[in-house]
Structure formats: C-alpha cells, structure tokens
C-alpha cells in the first residue's frame, strides 16, 4: 500500500484557488460597498477598514492564479496570511461573544465563512509547492485536529477540512492509510462515505483512497 505525493497540474490547482478566491471576493465585496457608503458596516483597524483589506487580498490571491506573472509564494502567502489572520482573530472575537465581523441575512458573522475559505484554499497551494511528506503530514495534523473541534461550532467547513486532511495524509503516509482502511473494514458509516469521495475525487486522489478499501473477505 504505497503512500504518494499527487502531481496535480499546475493548471488544476490555479483554477481551484482562482475559484475559491472568487467566490471570497464576491462575499466581501458588498461589505466593502457598504463601508464606504456608511462608514459602519465593518471594524477598522486604525483609519483602515478591516474589509477593504480583505477585498484587496482575495482579489490579489486572483490575481496570482490568473495572471502568471503574479504566481509568486511571497505574494500569495502575503494575501493568504492576511485573510487568514483577520479571519482568524475576528472568529475569535465572535466565539468570545464580541460582536466585530459583519454578518449574513441570517445573522451569521462573516468571518467564520473567510477562516473557513482561507484554510480550504492552502491546501491546494501546498501541493503546488511540492514540499517533503513530513511537512504537508504535519500541516494535515494540524487542519484534522482544526477540523475536528470546529465541528461542534458555528464555523462552517470543519467536514470538507477532516476529508481534505485526511485525504492529504493518506496520499503521504502508509501507517494511515492501513489505519483507515482498518477502521472501514469494521464501520460500515465510514466505509460508505469513503466509496463516496473514491467517485468524486481526482482520479490520482481517487487511486489513494481506493488503496483503503477494506480487503474482501
């Protein structure tokens, strides 16, 4: 049972993060219009609106899958490190019962949605860096263990977080994905959902999760 590094196309991960940048793009974009007609639909941090600087930072995240010039890590993880860290810290407030981020119709803050988007969009770029097994098995721990205790919180994406880890750890190490084929051989739940993402991944991520399949008896 071979542990693998995917060799995704450059291409296919450029469309993923282009994608997902859109989509943040297009959920700060109204708040960012409503800061500037109001002057009170976002926090500010000093004279800055927290929101234009997370509108400026999907839309270079876009910029750097669209146009190949742009395609540099210290100008991606710049933009991607400040989303996150805003993201991050206005999740925190929220938890703490501040009310700092902006919200949906429903009354759902923002914020939870662009940790969540922020953290689903790093997992493409790591593959596209090709770093060493060990370090993308650690970042992976590290999204599972997020994943995880976000579940039982209002932040949205702790499921898509504990299939992308888990899918990256059983790409790069053995040990899991025998402990996972282990535990689909005995719950029937989990052996269903993992025959699910076998037929609606990538065909290379599709080959790893086939390598779990319980063995027939």
Known sequence: MPAFMPNIPNNIIRT???????FGLAG???VSLAELASGTACPHLGPVPACHLVSLAYGTLLATVVHRRLWHPKLFLSAWLLIAALAASGSGLELLGHDVCP?????????????ALAVVIIIPYLFHLGLPKIVVQIIATILLVVGIISMPT??????????????????????V???????????KLLNSGMTWLEEHMGERFRHALRLTRPSPE
């Open 16 to 22: 993923v993060i282009a994608g997902l940048s859109l």
């Open 28 to 30: 700060v974009l109204p």
């Open 103 to 115: 919200k949906t119709d429903t009354g759902f803050p923002k914020c939870y949605f662009s940790l």
């Open 154 to 175: 209002p932040i949205p994406g702790g499921t898509l977080l504990i299939t992308a880890s888990l899918t990256a750890l059983i790409c790069t190490s053995t040990r």
């Open 177 to 187: 994905a025998r402990f996972i084929g282990f535990l689909r051989a005995r719950i």
